[in-house]
C-alpha cells in the first residue's frame, strides 16, 4: 500500500475521558449538525416534489 492509499486513521475520544463542559459542547455540536441535517432534508424533499410535479404531471 503506497503512502496515498494508506486509510486516515482519526483518534476518537471515549464519552468516559471528556469532562462534563466538553460533553456539553459536544451535545451542543451535535444539535447543530442535526438540524444542518433537517434543514437539508427538508431542501432535499422540496426539490424532489417539484420535480415531480414538473416531470410526472398526469
Known amino acids: 500500500m ?7 486513521r482519526t483518534t476518537k475520544r471515549g464519552l468516559d475521558d471528556m469532562s462534563i463542559q466538553e460533553l456539553k459542547e459536544r451535545i451542543e455540536t451535535l444539535r447543530s449538525e442535526i ?3 433537517e434543514q437539508m432534508i427538508q431542501k432535499k424533499e422540496a426539490t424532489r416534489k417539484a420535480a415531480e410535479a414538473a416531470f410526472f404531471k398526469s
Open 2 to 8: 503506497s503512502f496515498e492509499e494508506e486509510p486516515i
Open 35 to 37: 438540524a444542518a441535517c
